[in-house]
Every structure is written in structure tokens, then in C-alpha cells.
């Protein structure tokens, strides 16, 4: 009986681990689920559909041949494929962090805690989550090449007091050259630790096979002909002439070395409140957990060190990433001797830890989910326009910018480049997308907020065309920002063109303050006009003016060259508030 309900138990824990990580697995496949294609994801799809594009970029561009290859590999499988992919080597790559002091001690026990807490912390301590995890071409730049540097070294671990076959001098070799490849910072991490574990264990057989493989991976990567390719552009002149001890000096005598430190804020809180349960239970780590703890944890700020001698300042923040991960493993070192007892769950200490990272990490998760949510709505209104443009042989097509919305930490925001889209959507040769002039200040994909009639009106535009609605809208990104917002019922272009005339928009508004109203202009173009949900919309940015302050509205089309106004509409806004929701 006995062996029975340890058998039972066994198979309860090996459900309930699965059940964890496929709950895991969904928790992050939901952002990423709605992630729509962006940036330079176009332009692996449309451009690189061949390998010898790859060898071009290798020549050209960069030398980062495995973050190229697996952005071309993923973006060529289905959408729901490589997304449920990413979502998998994400929640691998955590689990892995999570485990290796256990592989490392040969242990290989894994502990949920520990997962939780290195889980949150990814979210809520990335320096840039959305171009680095969510954004596909990021993705595998950064948060792949990462899983293969956890890889190499779980591997290492794992091999290091074992016999060696075949297939684990290949498997060596064959991470050894993609963590390598990693990143122009992590590559030399990579190199660095591997010499360090080299140096400190007693058995080297391991360390020193990885090691020229890893080499091999760094200088194919630093050395690439397309690095050099790339530094001669004339943007990058001024920091060519400099030489290297005036770039480190630059880097480390300004603040861009310490800013790189400063997403890591809940880390060092972490690291400060294991070092409280240590001290509080009169608990030590184990001497080598303590050691890998700092090893890692110094190669962490090396790796942001490293960026001295780099030609672009300040440095961009996805490329942090490797740094975090870093931080990730030293933590997951220190706290492995933490003694989780049978105590209930409100007087175990890495409990309050977990609740303190929960409440950062909800808001955060919230946040850029309902973002990614209303970026995949505005992707296929912005589709639609596109479509039309090319159906009607528009030289220009005219597209709106993407409305990121509000985020817990702005670093959450996915790549929003404008490219590639002429190629993506066979856009005839001469012809162009060109983004409005002016952004959207609300999301034009909610269909509530497009159809929203906080003034109602029915002025005439000429031609069967009426001014159907004006709103003021605030900035959700900003608590003090405000756009206004016109609803028409037709297409004003078949009737004005864009060449030489204007939709003029004129606020006069006064707070208690002034003596008299001040004007405000928010004219835009009439290619600023967004056809969606049957409406055509013109959204201005109005700086922090609020409904309240707004007297009246003159609002008209202006001819540039006869400088006249064909149509003009004051809107008395003072007797409009009751009717503003």
C-alpha cells in the first residue's frame, strides 16, 4: 500500500508540474498571441525568404548569424506556430535559470518558489520587455540567444562529473557556437565565464572543450564584415574618430554606465531580502552557491561594462537583456539554500517576496496585454487602409500611427519602426506607406470611443459631407494630455485635395488665470483622415488644454493657394459641457 500512494504521489506531482508550466506557457502566450507583426518582422518576411539573404546581412549588416537565422526560421511558420513556440522557449528559458544551481549540485530537484520568483522578476525587471520578449525579430535577438547561453552552461553543469559520448562533444559544440553568437556583450561573458569555471573547478574537461567553440562563436560574430559594413555609415563618423579610451572614458565619467542599472531596481530588492532571510534565520549559503552567486553576478555588470567600447551612446535598453539574465542566475544561485519548511504559507519569507513582486508584476501584465490587445486591432485597421490605398492605385497611402495606450513601465512598448511594408503588401514600384503627420492620441481602434458623440453636430462640409461630431479626448498615456477629435460622415479628399487645402482647426480657450481666451492650432492635413467603422476621423494632439478651458472651436478648410476659406464653423463650446461625458 505504501508503494502504491508513493506511486500515486508521484503521478499527482509530475500532473500538477505539467498543469504549472502549461498555465505558464498560456500566461505568456496571451500577450504574445496578440503581438502583431511589426518593424523589422516585415522585412524577414518579405526580403529574406532566401538563405543568401542571410549571407548578405552577414556581409553588410551584422554578424549576429543565429538571432538572422531563427527570425527567419520563426516568421516563416504560422503565426499561432511560432508564437506558441516563443511562448514555450520563454517559460524554458525561466525554468532552466531556475534550475541550474540544482544541475550545477546535482541535485535536480526543482523548486516551484524559486520559479515563481525568477518568473516575476523577467516581467517586472526587464529593461525593455516588449522589443526584448514580445516583438518577434527582438525575441529572437535577445530572449533566444539568452536561452542558448542558459543552454550551454546547464550543460556544461550537467556534463562536468559525467563520461562523455558522442553526442555530448556535438551538443557542446553546437552551443558553445550559438552562445557565442549571442550578443556583442554576452558573447564575451560567455568567453570570460567559461575561462572562469575553467580555472576554479577540478574537473575541466568540459569547460575546456566548450571553450574554443564558444571563441569561434564571438569572433565570427565581432569580426563579421558586416560590422565593419555598418560602422562606416556617416551616422556613426564622430564615434569612429574617437578612440577606444575615449569611448570607455565617455561611457564610464557619465551617467550611461549607471543608467544602465536603473530598470534593476526590484533585483537588488530581492537581492536584499534574501540576504534578510539569511541573516534572520541564521542560515549561510553554501560556500559554492555563494561563489557562482557572485561570479554571476559581477558578469552581469561586466556585460553593461562591456558596451564601452561600443560606437552608439547611450546604449539601447533591449539590449540589456543579457544582463538580466545575468542577475537572473546569481539569484537563482543565493537563494538555492534557502530552507523551505512545512510552515503554512503566510510564515514562509520568500511568500511576502513572491506577494511584493505580484503586485508590480499584475499591474505590468495588465497593462501591456490590454496594449498588445489594442495594437492587434489597430494593425488590421491600419491593413484595411492599406488594402484600400492599393486598390485605388494611391501613390501615397496615408496610415496612422500606433497607439502603444497606457503601460506601468513605457519600457513594456514593442518596436513600432515604421518599414517594410511596401514589400509585405506587394505595394506597386513608385508608390509609398507614409504614417499621418500627426498621431492618434486615443485608440482609433475602439469602436466605442469612434463613435463616441460628445458634441453632436450636423454642419454642412460642402457636397453632402457634415461635421458629425467633435471630442476631446485625454491622452491615456499622460494625465495632463488632451486630442480633439472630428467625425465626419463622407471622405473630405473627394472633395478638397490634399495638395492645397487644410482642415484648420482653431481653439480658443482661457482658464480662471488669463484675461483673455488664447488660440490654439491644430490644423492637419487632410491626409491625417482615418476611415474606420464607416466614420472618417482627423484626431490633434491639443497639448494639456481641457474640455473645461475651450470657449469655442473654429473649425473650416483652408486653400493654400488662395488663401481663402471656403468652409468655416465656429462650434460655441461653453453651452456644449452638460452634453461631454
Not at 518582422?41 to 543565429?66: A, E, M, P, Q
Not at 542558459?150 to 553526442?167: E, S, T
Not at 551612446?313 to 523551505?340: H, K, M, Q, T
Request: charged share 15%.
Amino acid at each position: 500500500m505504501d508503494r502504491i500512494n508513493r506511486r500515486l504521489n508521484k503521478v499527482t506531482k509530475k500532473q500538477f508540474m505539467l498543469l504549472f508550466f502549461a498555465a505558464a506557457i498560456i500566461l505568456v502566450l496571451i500577450p504574445l498571441a496578440f503581438t502583431p507583426m511589426l518593424s523589422d518582422d516585415f522585412i524577414y518576411i518579405t526580403n529574406n525568404t532566401k538563405w543568401s539573404d542571410l549571407g548578405w546581412r552577414y556581409l553588410h549588416w551584422s554578424g549576429r548569424l543565429v538571432a538572422d537565422s531563427f527570425s527567419l526560421i520563426l516568421l516563416q511558420l504560422p503565426s499561432i506556430i511560432y508564437k506558441l513556440l516563443k511562448a514555450i522557449i520563454w517559460i524554458g528559458l525561466l525554468l532552466l535559470i531556475s534550475f541550474l544551481p540544482s544541475i550545477f549540485n546535482n541535485k535536480y530537484t526543482w523548486r516551484m518558489n524559486n520559479f515563481i520568483i525568477i518568473f516575476l522578476l523577467y516581467w517586472v525587471a526587464n529593461p525593455n520587455l516588449g522589443e526584448t520578449s514580445l516583438w518577434s525579430v527582438g525575441f529572437a535577438n535577445y530572449l533566444l540567444t539568452n536561452f542558448f547561453i542558459v543552454a550551454y552552461f546547464a550543460l556544461l553543469f550537467y556534463l562536468k562529473d559525467r563520461p562523455l559520448r558522442i553526442w555530448h562533444y556535438l551538443a557542446i559544440a553546437v552551443l558553445g557556437l550559438l552562445s557565442g553568437n549571442s550578443n556583442e556583450n554576452t558573447s564575451i561573458i560567455v568567453i570570460l565565464l567559461t575561462l572562469t569555471f575553467l580555472l576554479i573547478e577540478k574537473k575541466k574537461h568540459v569547460f575546456l572543450l566548450g571553450l574554443p567553440f564558444t571563441v569561434i562563436g564571438t569572433l565570427s560574430l565581432l569580426l563579421s564584415p558586416g560590422q565593419y559594413a555598418r560602422l562606416q555609415h556617416p551616422s556613426f563618423q564622430i564615434s569612429r574618430e574617437k578612440s577606444l579610451f575615449q569611448r570607455l572614458w565617455d561611457y564610464f565619467s557619465s551617467q550611461w554606465f549607471i543608467d544602465t542599472f536603473s530598470s534593476f531596481s526590484w533585483l537588488f530588492v530581492t537581492f536584499i531580502f534574501i540576504g534578510f532571510i539569511y541573516f534572520f534565520r541564521k542560515q549561510y549559503p553554501q560556500k559554492r552557491n555563494a561563489v557562482y552567486s557572485i561570479i554571476f553576478f559581477f558578469s552581469a555588470i561586466i556585460a553593461n561594462a562591456a558596451f564601452g567600447g561600443s560606437y552608439v551612446f547611450p546604449v539601447a535598453i533591449r539590449s540589456l537583456n543579457g544582463s538580466l539574465i545575468l542577475f537572473l542566475i546569481s539569484i537563482a544561485f543565493i537563494s538555492e539554500d534557502i530552507r523551505y519548511t512545512t510552515e503554512p504559507f503566510y510564515k514562509k519569507a520568500m511568500s511576502y517576496l513572491t506577494i511584493l513582486l505580484c503586485i508590480p508584476f499584475l499591474f505590468s501584465y495588465v497593462y501591456s496585454t490590454k496594449s498588445v490587445i489594442s495594437l492587434h486591432r489597430q494593425f488590421n485597421v491600419r491593413e484595411q487602409a492599406i488594402l484600400a490605398g492599393k486598390s485605388s492605385n494611391q501613390e501615397s497611402i496615408y496610415i496612422p500611427n500606433y497607439y502603444v495606450g497606457k503601460l506601468y513601465n513605457p519600457s513594456d512598448s514593442v518596436n513600432l519602426y515604421h518599414g517594410g511594408l511596401e514589400n509585405y503588401y506587394d505595394i506597386k514600384k513608385g508608390s509609398s506607406i507614409v504614417q499621418f503627420n500627426k498621431d492618434f492620441s486615443f485608440d482609433y481602434s475602439n469602436k466605442k470611443l469612434i463613435n463616441t458623440e460628445q458634441v453632436s453636430l450636423n454642419e454642412s462640409f460642402g457636397d453632402s459631407i457634415k461635421l458629425k461630431a467633435i471630442n476631446i479626448f485625454p491622452d491615456a498615456r499622460s494625465s495632463d494630455k488632451y486630442s480633439i477629435n472630428l467625425t465626419f460622415d463622407n471622405d473630405l479628399k473627394q472633395v478638397y485635395s490634399a495638395n492645397d487645402h487644410v482642415l484648420f482647426v482653431h481653439i480658443n480657450w482661457q482658464r480662471d488665470a488669463q484675461a483673455n481666451p488664447v488660440m490654439f492650432n491644430a490644423d492637419t492635413s487632410l491626409n491625417n483622415q482615418l476611415f474606420v467603422d464607416g466614420k472618417y476621423v482627423f484626431s490633434s494632439p491639443i497639448s494639456d488644454i481641457r474640455p473645461q478651458d475651450i470657449k469655442s472651436i473654429d473649425v473650416g478648410i483652408y486653400d493654400t493657394t488662395k488663401k481663402t476659406n471656403p468652409i468655416q464653423v465656429t462650434i460655441d463650446m461653453e453651452n456644449t459641457h452638460a452634453d461631454k461625458k
